[in-house]
């Protein structure tokens, strides 16, 4: 029996070259061997990021909330896709922004707490990374299902951007300094994947 998907679509204000699909109180805070694939990763469970092309703006966004996984993968209009495994500790799974109000989309996480997959699906990233943009010029299509956890399944791989950020996990991670030269007051944080990738 075909399975009738729930679905929604909008616009999702991007910060910090990012959005999150998270629950509550998350930081959207990263780092970059997190950047693996170019495309999606997870911090904490409850806490997954989309990282984008633009710096800045909004990007339209497709749900697809089903029971099942899908019976095909959906590449050829697509620049990125990548399926990834999340968590939802409480269940409640949104798609958040880093600094901004959330959009009325939908929980994620229908079946309640437990491991999902996402397929993410993304293209335009191209085509002003670093920008800020006033009309949306990427899109992503996000597919959720309930499955165990298992290792990222990259299905495509195009993009200047994901090579980018795919090169920025690669840099060697600075070493730190010993305890007796840190200094008295610890530095500020910052929200987001903020480092800007190499071109």
Same mark, same amino acid.
């Given at each position: 029996m075909h399975e009738q998907a729930k679905s929604a679509s909008g616009l999702? #204000?991007?910060e910090y070259r990012s959005f999150l699909l998270a629950e509550p109180g998350t930081s959207g805070r990263s780092a970059p061997e997190h950047y693996a694939n170019g495309l999606v990763f997870t911090?904490? +469970?409850g806490e997954t990021v989309i990282l984008t092309g633009i710096a800045s703006g909004d990007v339209t966004v497709n749900?697809?909330? =089903? %029971?099942?996984p899908p019976d095909t993968v959906d590449l050829d209009p697509w620049d990125e896709v990548v399926d990834h495994s999340l968590v939802a500790p409480i269940g409640e799974v949104r798609v958040l922004c880093v600094d901004d109000v959330p959009p009325d989309f939908p929980v994620l996480s229908q079946q309640g707490p437990g491991s999902y997959r996402v397929r993410v699906h993304a =293209?335009? %990233?191209d085509t002003a990374p670093d920008g800020v943009t006033f009309e949306p010029v990427e899109e992503y299509h996000l597919t959720v299902w309930p499955a165990p956890a298992? +290792?990222?399944h990259v299905h495509k791989q195009t993009d200047s951007v994901g090579a980018s950020w795919r090169r920025a996990a690669q840099r060697p991670t600075p070493q730190s300094p010993p305890p007796d030269a840190l200094p #008295?007051? +610890?530095p500020a944080k910052s929200s987001g994947p903020h480092p800007p990738p190499e071109r």
């Open positions: 999702v #204000s991007v911090t904490t +469970p749900l697809e909330i =089903r %029971r099942q =293209r335009g %990233r298992a +290792p990222d #008295s007051t +610890p």
